[in-house]
């Protein structure tokens, strides 16, 4: 009988893999169109306008940003999937039913105090990220991203909605319409800046109006398969609700590790403020270029694998969390590690093809570039984090990432202020890669706390073949450079050759 039940969980935890593998699937392929499109975005903004236009634009996003990472796809989606997924193991559809429409009147009530202050008070928030001397020395910059936040806060309520209806789907195992909605705040971002940037008194403003209007579109395409499935949140009573409790204590511990998160995001953009004109934007498009192949692998993944792991938490099934946790981890670095010597070692071209035109220049893509290669080694650690994570959200334990993060913020804060001397934003971005590297070490260390070693030698000898594989990349990649030319004047024969080499 016990090894019955022990194949019976061996053929289910093969299954609930192969699961995996194939949502990641469905998610990577709907985050590449939205990536893509965000790729054209990122062009835009960068051909059409100054430096100082587009540093106000991305300081004055990073608020309603850093709130949607607390209230929305962050804390909220790893703390309300598990308790949604103990409805749905069970069959209980109206009690799931209810968890959301509480869940929802919850956030509205919070987000919409949130969005009022913001919009009446921005300068509160905008002024501390903007106080570097890099910042304050340009004349109206502070203004402007003062009023671009102000028109921007409301966005926060739209896309916390989004996540919430992101998070339901998931849990339904609908994963490539939540995955490429994002794509219309790209196509909604790209439209206003060709065409109605001209209709405003502040050109830049069209970046924020857009943001807004891309919000909205990408809530309204989740809203027909929420009806489908019967699964429309409604205003009701949320205290006393026991799963809702559920939830508010999961996103205690959540809400604290990302604030960590987040915090090294205000930290970094204060300390870019006091560099150069420009440094918050390099940041940002470098950031963007390693987001693309990092959320086609480690986020599909990660997002993939939360209800699976959930459900093998609830059923008690704890080596099989174990190795799907490991498969994870395979699957991801299979991409990682080429991903990232492709990054280190084509860096500048990337760069250059992608958006030295119109307003960006060559001193533009010298900075981006430099702050990318560094970017490109992190990528193997922040895959990795993105993958192990969701292991402890599954188990309703969302302290142990937040201690990590909370570690490696300290010593990024530590070391930045060392590094950015003499390496400026080069420097910032260096101690973020290796802070990185650490949250990855405790977590790979911590997860013995769930009951199972993660037994991570059993993959080195995979992770040795990549290298060697890495090594052979970058060789080839070397020796193609002297003889091709990535930087000539023929925008598609540039992009001809690095697409050929990629």
């Not at 849990?171 to 939540?178: A, C, K, M, Q, T």
């Amino acid at each position: 009988m016990t090894q019955s039940t022990s194949e019976s969980q061996e053929l289910q935890s093969r299954a609930d893999r192969q699961q995996v593998t194939a949502s990641a699937f469905w998610v990577s392929l709907g985050i590449l169109t939205s990536r893509g499109l965000g790729f054209v975005r990122e062009i835009a903004i960068a051909h059409y306008f100054p430096r100082t236009a587009s540093d106000a634009f991305y300081v004055a996003f990073r608020l309603p940003n850093l709130f949607r990472r607390l209230f929305g796809e962050g804390a909220l989606t790893v703390s309300f999937i598990p308790v949604l997924m103990d409805f749905i193991k069970s069959d209980d559809k109206k009690g799931a039913r209810e968890l959301c429409s509480a869940v929802f009147t919850l956030l509205f009530v919070i987000l919409s105090i949130l969005t009022l202050f913001g919009t009446v008070f921005p300068e509160v928030m905008v002024k501390p990220l903007t106080h570097g001397e890099g910042y304050t020395a340009i004349a109206g910059k502070v203004d402007l991203t003062i009023h671009q936040a102000r028109i921007m806060f409301c966005y926060i309520m739209l896309v916390s909605f989004y996540a919430l209806a992101m998070g339901i789907l998931n849990s339904l195992r609908v994963f490539w319409l939540p995955a490429v909605a994002p794509a219309l705040w790209n196509v909604s971002t790209v439209v206003g800046v060709l065409f109605f940037r001209k209709q405003f008194a502040i050109p830049s403003d069209v970046l924020a109006w857009s943001t807004v209007v891309g919000g909205v579109l990408q809530l309204a395409i989740l809203i027909p398969a929420l009806v489908k499935r019967g699964y429309v949140p409604k205003f009701t009573k949320w205290w006393g609700n026991p799963a809702v409790k559920k939830v508010i204590r999961a996103m205690g511990p959540s809400v604290m590790g990302l604030s960590v998160m987040q915090i090294g995001v205000i930290i970094n953009t204060f300390m870019a403020s006091r560099l150069e004109e420009g440094s918050n934007s390099w940041i940002n498009w470098a950031d963007r270029i390693l987001e693309l192949p990092l959320s086609l692998f480690a986020v599909s993944v990660g997002t993939a694998a939360l209800p699976t792991l959930a459900g093998m938490w609830s059923r008690g099934d704890k080596k099989g969390m174990r190795d799907s946790s490991l498969h994870s981890l395979r699957l991801t670095f299979f991409m990682a590690f080429p991903c990232a010597a492709g990054v280190y070692v084509l860096s500048q071209p990337i760069i250059h093809t992608l958006f030295e035109h119109g307003r960006f220049t060559a001193h533009d893509t010298e900075m981006t570039a430099a702050i990318l290669k560094v970017y490109g080694i992190n990528m193997i650690f922040a895959a990795g984090v993105r993958v192990l994570a969701p292991t402890f959200y599954a188990m309703k334990n969302t302290w142990l990432p937040a201690v990590a993060a909370a570690s490696a913020l300290v010593f990024h804060v530590i070391l930045a202020n060392i590094l950015i001397k003499p390496m400026g934003v080069v420097g910032l971005a260096t101690s973020a890669a290796i802070s990185g590297a650490l949250n990855f070490s405790i977590l790979v260390y911590a997860y013995k706390f769930t009951g199972e070693r993660l037994q991570f030698s059993e993959i080195l000898p995979t992770i040795g073949k990549f290298l060697l594989g890495c090594g052979a990349l970058i060789l080839v990649t070397e020796m193609y450079w002297p003889v091709h030319d990535f930087t000539g004047d023929s925008m598609l024969g540039r992009a001809a050759s690095l697409s050929f080499v990629i």
